[in-house]
């Protein structure tokens, strides 16, 4: 008995003359959540325009990016602009930015707007500007004056986009909805 007892006092010693590693734990938490992604913004004027020749150039039906029009989607930006949105580019307003001025009813239009996509240019003369495409039936009530969205947007100054995501222009969604699937999103950017 005596022998087995100097084995294990023996055993221990060798055991904690050994150097040991710890292994810690696993610590249960609860799983922490992903980052909000941040997304590139940019302050621009913008403005409303329909696919009609008096505001286009001789080809109203399709864009600078060479595909037919979409006013559920289509969005045209100043060439100034080429580099940081790029056809493709997918944008939304950043909610509450947006006043109303004399020159300016953008928050009586946000509702027809959601995600856009870059798929047009505007006249060279233009400088840092965002212009909505929207459909000519798309209409608006302002001070007891049924109008056009684009003309009842007026030109807005100092509105803030976001960048949201970019898509292959060889796949460009026909709606709201499809674009809203590409994005992987739950809700509109500002619901239609």
């Known amino acids: 008995m005596t022998s087995m007892f100097s084995t294990a006092l023996m055993g221990l010693f060798l055991l904690s003359t050994v150097g040991t590693t710890i292994i810690p734990a696993p610590t249960w938490t609860k799983e922490t959540p992903p ?18 020749p008096e505001q286009t150039d001789e080809s109203p039906g399709i864009t600078a990016s060479g595909f037919p029009v979409n006013p559920e989607i289509d969005a045209a930006r100043s060439r ?64 007891g004056r049924k109008l056009n969205a684009a003309r009842a947007m007026g030109w807005c100054n100092d509105v803030n986009i976001r960048i949201v995501g970019r898509i292959d222009m060889a796949h460009l969604p026909a709606s709201q909805k499809e674009l809203q699937i590409l994005l992987g999103r739950s809700t509109f950017a500002l619901s239609k």
Not at 38 to 52: F, K, L, Q, S
Request: charged share 20%.
């Open 35 to 52: 980052e909000a992604p941040t997304y590139e913004t940019y302050t621009v004027g913008m403005t409303g325009y329909n696919a009609v």
């Open 80 to 143: 100034d602009l080429a580099d940081e949105l790029p056809f493709g580019t997918v944008i939304e307003l950043v909610p509450n930015t947006a006043t109303s001025t004399r020159s300016c009813e953008l928050p009586a239009v946000e509702g027809s707007i959601g995600y856009r996509v870059i798929t047009d240019t505007m006249h060279p003369r233009i400088r840092n500007h965002v212009d909505i495409l929207f459909d000519t039936d798309t209409m608006i009530h302002i001070g």
